[in-house]
């Protein structure tokens, strides 16, 4: 009820129009039906007048005329053809108006003066086609016809009936320039109806498409996230889970040490997980409370990292085998999304040096946050490594899709990054942040 209420209320504060009514619509669904009774109009009196007219030319008279040359079969045979093209013409007003303006003009000339006041009324049909389904300048230009044709047809008729000629003329062009006029109206309304359906199907389409484009953005950053969690979490995993075997017979210590880490490793992993892909099934975040990732009960979710937990970040590297320094200058930057982006930045940098780097024996981390005048801070990433791997310059096993979210990450602040080898033996990746996103399309 209320969602009927909510409905009712919109349409008042639209001011929809009425819709039209059962007959109305009946003609818009079967516009054919309307145009047969028009053509039936016509015929069913002027095929009498022509019948009549062909059957006394037969006996060499007319009943509506002295003329002589009226009185003959030729001329009764043409006024049937004439009727029977008029007909046809109705018909088919809605698709060849032009035709039928041509049809029913000619028509105007070949009845008069028998039928001429009849014949006026399929004319003024065409011409209300013509400003509906063509343009009202076509529609002028055959009403001035038309009008020039209806005294043509009086002329023909008497020329000597000086009053005739004028009144039938004032007529036929009155008559002519209401149905234009009729035409003009309904022919821009249906035009202006047609130019607002085709804006809202052009708007319903980019609606579709901003929605797909949003689900692909959407879908683009959630692969970022799950390719940041699951390539660094397998990667430290797979690290401390060689160095536990290599290790557990000559120091269990060790071993033990390295597969506690594992465990704290793969549990952050998880709430990661959990985090990352619950927020697509509740709106609080929750994964439903059911078996979410990894089933269980609702685990409490991590927010996401920030700059605080790069310290734990570097820990698990070293854990798994990094000697990793770590250094920072200057004052970091408050901005929550922008720590999130250096945190995984420095992530995918590590994770990369482990999985790729062999012979490593230092690997650099330095973070600069530099002070701006607008009270803000940038920040310079540099990540390097003395690590020994001939494959990393080339093609490697990788997705590819570390570097490219590095990437769109940072160009998000409008900042850069450039990874490559650092001289002979290792390898550096450099990335520099603004303090302002740069967001020319709006928020995202």
């Not at 045979?77 to 088919?92: D, E, H, P, R, S």
């Not at 300048?137 to 009936?161: E, H, K, M, N, Q």
Request: hydrophobic letters at 45%; a positive charge; glycine letters at 10%.
């Amino acid at each position: 009820m209320r969602a009927e209420g909510g409905e009712t209320r919109l349409s008042e504060d639209l001011r929809l129009p009425k819709p039209p009514g059962f007959i109305r619509s009946y003609f818009n669904r079967y516009p054919w039906v309307l145009d047969s009774l028009i053509a039936a109009g016509y015929v069913v009196p002027m095929g009498a007048v022509s019948l009549v007219a062909f059957v006394a030319s037969l006996f060499g008279s007319s009943p509506f005329t002295d003329d002589p040359i009226r009185s003959t079969p030729v001329w009764g045979l043409l006024m049937l053809y004439t009727t029977a093209a008029v007909t046809v013409g109705l018909l088919f007003r809605r698709h060849v108006p032009f035709v039928t303006a041509t049809i029913c003009a000619a028509a105007m000339l070949v009845s008069a003066p028998v039928t001429n006041q009849i014949d006026v009324v399929p004319m003024m049909f065409a011409l209300y086609a013509l400003a509906v389904y063509r343009s009202a300048r076509a529609a002028w230009l055959w009403t001035l016809i038309a009008s020039a044709v209806g005294i043509a047809s009086t002329v023909l008729s008497d020329p000597f009936d000086l009053a005739s000629i004028v009144g039938y003329g004032v007529l036929t062009t009155m008559l002519m320039t209401i149905a234009t006029l009729v035409g003009i109206t309904f022919g821009n309304r249906r035009r202006y109806i047609q130019a607002l359906l085709d804006r809202a199907r052009q708007l319903a389409r980019e609606r579709d498409q901003q929605a797909q484009l949003a689900a692909a953005a959407e879908r683009a950053r959630i692969a970022r996230e799950m390719h940041d969690i699951v390539a660094h979490s397998l990667t430290v995993i797979v690290a401390l889970s060689d160095g536990a075997e290599a290790s557990i017979e000559r120091s269990p210590e060790t071993a033990r040490e390295a597969v506690r880490q594992t465990g704290i490793t793969a549990r952050r992993a998880l709430t990661d997980v959990r985090r990352s892909l619950g927020v697509l099934t509740e709106p609080d975040g929750r994964d439903g409370g059911g078996g979410g990732v990894g089933g269980g009960g609702a685990a409490p979710i991590a927010p996401q990292p920030a700059l605080a937990d790069l310290p734990d970040l570097i820990a698990s590297f070293r854990a798994a085998g990094l000697p990793v320094r770590f250094t920072t200058s200057g004052q970091p930057p408050a901005d929550l999304p922008l720590q999130v982006t250096v945190f995984r930045v420095v992530q995918e940098a590590l994770t990369n040096v482990l999985r790729y780097a062999v012979q490593v024996t230092a690997v650099d981390v330095v973070l600069r946050y530099v002070g701006t005048p607008g009270g803000g801070s940038a920040v310079s990433i540099e990540v390097t490594d003395d690590g020994v791997d001939p494959g990393r310059g080339a093609s490697s096993t990788g997705s590819g899709r570390g570097l490219i979210g590095m990437r769109e990450r940072v160009a998000v602040y409008g900042g850069t990054v450039s990874a490559g080898p650092a001289g002979s033996r290792g390898w550096r990746v450099n990335a520099t942040l603004p303090s302002t996103p740069h967001d020319p399309g709006g928020p995202r």
